[in-house]
């Protein structure tokens, strides 16, 4: 299990019991106290809990974190589980950084003859010692965002330069009516652009909260081989403006 897995759970512990300790986690979850210690870290810097000798209490706003953190988890589940199922045995893809495409990640697990050339180092080891799947990481500047694992950097881009694949599936920071698909970095940008050129097919994977969202570096979708995966329902305005520019939308 996951850090990100484990979040939920203890914040729903500490809403039932007021308070965690760190044994009490140790045996809940089977894992180490330095574990433990830094998963409580890390939420107390997210103003999720505070931490406490040898525990945790809940923070003012922990009932309503543990419910975003709960719609979030639940929106990543649902669109990796879609994105996933559009990746065939035998294809050669390219999967982005971000808790999402680590969720497609888990549900690729039992696909064949795979070959995944990835710039997310979460999403590589969830794909360790599966029989078939050949996991290739590209070479960057090892990086953290989000509770996840990544590389980035001018490295990336000479690393993949060159390969064209079947299949590219990656999340983006925002989408609007007038800026259209936007990522928080220029090299990122940079990195996704010729994927997207020499790819057969372009899998946008966004949760439906990104739709209205602004972000800093705006992406040249190629609309022809586009499809934008997401959850729920989106306003009109979103589904009729992909209509008219070809972009296929898969609301999971």
Known sequence: MTFQERIPIILDLLNEEGKVSVPQLCKRFSVSEVTIRKDLAEMEKR??????????????????RLEADIKDAQARASIGHVAASYVEPGDFIFLGPGLTCV?????LKGIKRLTIVTMNVSA??????IPETKVILVTGDFTRRSGTYYVTGTRVLESVGGLSFDKVLVTVDGITLSGGFTV???????????????????????????FGKNSLSALNVPSSTTTVVTNGQLPDAFQTQMNEVGIKLICA
């Not at 103003?47 to 309503?64: C, D, E, K, P």
């Not at 969720?103 to 549900?107: D, G, H, K, Q, T």
């Not at 928080?184 to 990104?210: E, G, M, W």
């Open 47 to 64: 103003n999720m809990l505070l931490r406490t000798f040898g525990g945790a209490v809940l923070a003012a706003q922990g009932s309503v």
């Open 184 to 210: 928080l970095d220029d090299i990122t940008a940079q990195i996704f652009h010729p994927l997207f050129n020499r790819a057969t097919a372009v899998y946008i994977c966004a949760a439906s909260s990104k």
């Open 103 to 107: 969720e497609i990640a888990r549900n």
């Open 124 to 129: 590589a080891m969830e794909l360790v010692d």
